[in-house]
């Protein structure tokens, strides 16, 4: 067995899934793993160098050999939270090649339905983070959020607000993989690498901002009716997960 050795981020398992396929050895002498993983007697392991090169072709090759729906689905795949998403989308697209558009039907095989799983639960994920998400504004007059998703929601995240608040400086910062998205009013946006201190020694809140946070929560517990609480409710449609990174909950 030849195991191909990549990074976490989608541009470096697109380049393992292109060094794998190209190495000719067949599709069942090889897997996708990620650095840092424990290693096994009697495989031998390759590093596999990222290239805007080589996962230019593999995204390429999806989109005009298969269809656009799954390279959507690889490219979400590739955000999932699954440790051996690598190798699950690399075992994907070896179907899909075959079978074309048509293999999102498939889900009696084991690899189709796999992908369809890591989909829903971070499309189900990315549903709530974008209605959960708030933003605090800076002295700087930036407005900032911090996430922690369980899949890797920021890219995604930066589109939908980047179409919603365009001439807004934002932020996005997700602790978890210390990496946030950062807008510029009327320009784009990008994804910068940095530690949670980083930024804390950068941004600090406006007092009136700190201010209308106060007015908020003491709002939000004012409005409750005691006798109506309904916790196991509450928990159900606002998973507590979610709640340390809301103004409301965050007393």
């Known amino acids: 067995m030849t195991v191909f050795v990549c990074g976490r981020e989608p ?3 697109f380049c393992g899934i292109y060094d794998a396929w190209m190495s000719r ?3 069942d002498h090889v897997r996708l793993e990620f650095e840092g993983c424990d290693r096994e007697l009697f495989c031998e392991y390759r590093q596999v160098e990222t290239t805007a090169e080589k996962a230019g ?6 989109r005009k050999k298969i269809s656009q729906e799954v390279y959507e689905a690889s490219y979400k795949a590739a955000l999932s939270r699954e440790k051996d998403r690598a190798d699950k989308l690399y075992r994907f697209l070896v179907y899909a090649f075959w079978a074309g ?3 999102m039907d498939m889900l009696q095989i084991p690899a189709v339905n796999e992908v369809f799983s890591m989909n829903r639960h971070l499309n189900r994920e990315l549903d709530h983070m974008l209605g959960f998400t708030r933003f605090s504004q ?3 007059g930036v407005l900032f959020s911090e996430i922690a998703p369980e899949n890797d ?3 995604l995240m930066a589109s939908h607000f980047a179409d ?3 001439m807004e400086n934002w932020m996005i910062y997700d602790c978890k993989r210390n990496k946030a998205a950062v807008h510029r009013a009327g320009g784009g946006w990008g994804i910068v690498r940095a530690e949670k201190s980083q930024w804390q020694t950068r941004l600090h809140k406006e007092k009136e901002e700190e201010m209308f946070e106060r007015l908020w929560k003491t709002f939000h517990q ?3 009716i005691k006798e109506r609480e309904n916790e196991a409710c509450q928990k159900n449609h606002l998973p507590l997960r979610y709640r340390s990174y809301m103004t409301e909950w965050n007393r």
């Open 101 to 103: 558009n048509r293999v």
């Open 11 to 13: 541009e470096d398992i």
């Open 164 to 166: 919603r608040m365009p």
């Open 222 to 224: 004012t409005i409750a």
């Open 25 to 27: 050895l067949g599709h």
């Open 57 to 62: 072709k593999v995204t390429d090759s999806i």
């Open 138 to 140: 800076t002295k700087e």
């Open 153 to 155: 929601l920021v890219v």
